[in-house]
C-alpha cells in the first residue's frame, strides 16, 4: 500500500496538488503573493496621492514667502503692516491696512446674512420638514454652491444694488461693499445649510425622545437640545463658509469697486486683498517691481489670516466636541 502511494505520488504527468487528499486545504502561494504586491502598490498610491497635497501646500507657503521677502526688502514691513494709504498701483504708498479693512467688512456681512439663514435652514430641515420635503430642498439649496460666482457678482450690480439697495439708501453707489457682502452671503449660505443640517443628523435619535418625554416642545428640542449637541459640527461648518468669503474674488470685483478705503463705507467701494491681486494681474505690470512683488506680500497676508482662523476654529472645534456612541 505504502508503495502504490508513492509510486503514484511520484507518477509522471500527476501534480502534487492532484495527490493531495481532498479535504485537505492547499495553499495558493502564487496569487497569495500576487495580491499582497497589489495591495502594497495600492497602499503606495494612496500615499502619493495624499501627500500630492501636502506639497502642493508646501510649494505655495514657499513661494509666498521667497516673493514676499524679495518685496519686503524694498518696502519696510512695519509701513506695509500700519501704514494707512495704499496707492500701489501708482508705486507709492503700500500700507495693506484698507485692503484688510474691506476684507474684513465683506467677511462681516456675508457672515450677517448666512450663518443665521443658513442655521435656520438646517433647523427646518433637520426638525420641522417632512422626508419628501427635505429631499427635495437640500438638493435645491445646494444648487446655489455650483453657480459661478462671477454670476453672483453681476447678480448683486444689477438687481441688488438698482432693486433692493438704492431705493431704500439712495446714497447708495453703483459699486458698494453691501451689496458684494450681501451676494458673497447668498454664496456660502448652501455650505452653513448643508454642513449643519449633516451634524445635526448625526444626533442621536435618544436624546430628541427623551426631551420628548420630559414635555418639550418641537422648538425648545431643536434649540436646547439638537444645536448644543451639533455645536462642533455647526461650529466648522461657520468657519469654513467664514474662509470662503474672505477669500471670494471675482463677487468683490464686480460688485464692490477698487478704492481702497481705511474705514469703509458698506454703501461705497471698498477694495479687498483679492481684488486688488485680480487688478494687478490684469494689468501692465513689470516683473521684479514693487507693484509686482506686492501680490505676494498681499497673498501672504490673506494666507495667514485665513491660517489663524482655521488654527481657531479647530481649537473651538475640540473644545465643543461630543462623541456619541
Given at each position: 500500500?505504502?508503495?502504490?502511494?508513492?509510486?503514484?505520488?511520484?507518477?509522471?504527468?500527476?501534480?502534487?496538488?492532484?495527490?493531495?487528499?481532498?479535504?485537505?486545504?492547499?495553499?495558493?502561494?502564487?496569487?497569495?503573493?500576487?495580491?499582497?504586491?497589489?495591495?502594497?502598490?495600492?497602499?503606495?498610491?494612496?500615499?502619493?496621492?495624499?501627500?500630492?497635497?501636502?506639497?502642493?501646500?508646501?510649494?505655495?507657503?514657499?513661494?509666498?514667502?521667497?516673493?514676499?521677502?524679495?518685496?519686503?526688502?524694498?518696502?519696510?514691513?512695519?509701513?506695509?503692516?500700519?501704514?494707512?494709504?495704499?496707492?500701489?498701483?501708482?508705486?507709492?504708498?503700500?500700507?495693506?491696512?484698507?485692503?484688510?479693512?474691506?476684507?474684513?467688512?465683506?467677511?462681516?456681512?456675508?457672515?450677517?446674512?448666512?450663518?443665521?439663514?443658513?442655521?435656520?435652514?438646517?433647523?427646518?430641515?433637520?426638525?420641522?420638514?417632512?422626508?419628501?420635503?427635505?429631499?427635495?430642498?437640500?438638493?435645491?439649496?445646494?444648487?446655489?454652491?455650483?453657480?459661478?460666482?462671477?454670476?453672483?457678482?453681476?447678480?448683486?450690480?444689477?438687481?441688488?444694488?438698482?432693486?433692493?439697495?438704492?431705493?431704500?439708501?439712495?446714497?447708495?453707489?453703483?459699486?458698494?461693499?453691501?451689496?458684494?457682502?450681501?451676494?458673497?452671503?447668498?454664496?456660502?449660505?448652501?455650505?452653513?445649510?448643508?454642513?449643519?443640517?449633516?451634524?445635526?443628523?448625526?444626533?442621536?435619535?435618544?436624546?430628541?425622545?427623551?426631551?420628548?418625554?420630559?414635555?418639550?416642545?418641537?422648538?425648545?428640542?431643536?434649540?436646547?437640545?439638537?444645536?448644543?449637541?451639533?455645536?462642533?459640527?455647526?461650529?466648522?461648518?461657520?468657519?469654513?463658509?467664514?474662509?470662503?468669503?474672505?477669500?471670494?474674488?471675482?463677487?468683490?470685483?464686480?460688485?464692490?469697486?477698487?478704492?481702497?478705503?481705511?474705514?469703509?463705507?458698506?454703501?461705497?467701494?471698498?477694495?479687498?486683498?483679492?481684488?486688488?491681486?485680480?487688478?494687478?494681474?490684469?494689468?501692465?505690470?513689470?516683473?521684479?517691481?514693487?507693484?509686482?512683488?506686492?501680490?505676494?506680500?498681499?497673498?501672504?497676508?490673506?494666507?495667514?489670516?485665513?491660517?489663524?482662523?482655521?488654527?481657531?476654529?479647530?481649537?473651538?472645534?475640540a473644545r465643543f466636541r461630543e462623541v456619541y456612541?
Amino acid at each position: 500500500m505504502r508503495n502504490g502511494l508513492v509510486g503514484q505520488a511520484a507518477a509522471p504527468g500527476i501534480s502534487p496538488l492532484a495527490a493531495a487528499p481532498p479535504n485537505e486545504p492547499v495553499l495558493d502561494l502564487r496569487g497569495a503573493k500576487s495580491r499582497k504586491l497589489s495591495e502594497r502598490l495600492i497602499g503606495v498610491f494612496l500615499f502619493l496621492c495624499g501627500s500630492l497635497s501636502i506639497v502642493t501646500t508646501i510649494g505655495i507657503v514657499f513661494v509666498l514667502i521667497v516673493e514676499a521677502v524679495r518685496f519686503f526688502r524694498l518696502v519696510s514691513p512695519i509701513d506695509f503692516y500700519t501704514g494707512t494709504e495704499w496707492t500701489a498701483l501708482f508705486d507709492r504708498e503700500f500700507g495693506v491696512l484698507p485692503l484688510v479693512s474691506g476684507t474684513l467688512l465683506i467677511a462681516v456681512i456675508s457672515m450677517a446674512v448666512a450663518l443665521p439663514l443658513g442655521l435656520m435652514s438646517a433647523i427646518f430641515m433637520s426638525e420641522y420638514a417632512p422626508e419628501r420635503a427635505r429631499m427635495v430642498l437640500k438638493p435645491t439649496l445646494e444648487i446655489l454652491a455650483g453657480v459661478p460666482t462671477i454670476v453672483y457678482g453681476f447678480f448683486a450690480l444689477t438687481f441688488i444694488t438698482p432693486n433692493l439697495l438704492q431705493p431704500i439708501f439712495p446714497q447708495t453707489d453703483v459699486f458698494n461693499a453691501l451689496s458684494a457682502g450681501i451676494a458673497v452671503g447668498i454664496m456660502i449660505l448652501p455650505m452653513v445649510a448643508s454642513l449643519s443640517e449633516d451634524a445635526m443628523g448625526a444626533v442621536p435619535r435618544a436624546l430628541r425622545e427623551g426631551a420628548y418625554a420630559l414635555g418639550a416642545t418641537k422648538l425648545e428640542v431643536s434649540t436646547r437640545i439638537v444645536v448644543p449637541a451639533a455645536l462642533s459640527g455647526i461650529f466648522a461648518s461657520f468657519v469654513l463658509a467664514i474662509s470662503r468669503a474672505v477669500g471670494e474674488t471675482m463677487i468683490v470685483v464686480v460688485a464692490a469697486g477698487a478704492r481702497p478705503n481705511l474705514v469703509p463705507d458698506p454703501f461705497g467701494q471698498i477694495q479687498a486683498m483679492t481684488s486688488y491681486i485680480v487688478a494687478v494681474i490684469s494689468g501692465d505690470t513689470s516683473v521684479g517691481g514693487r507693484v509686482y512683488l506686492s501680490l505676494f506680500a498681499v497673498g501672504a497676508t490673506l494666507f495667514v489670516m485665513t491660517l489663524l482662523l482655521n488654527i481657531v476654529s479647530q481649537g473651538m472645534v475640540a473644545r465643543f466636541r461630543e462623541v456619541y456612541q
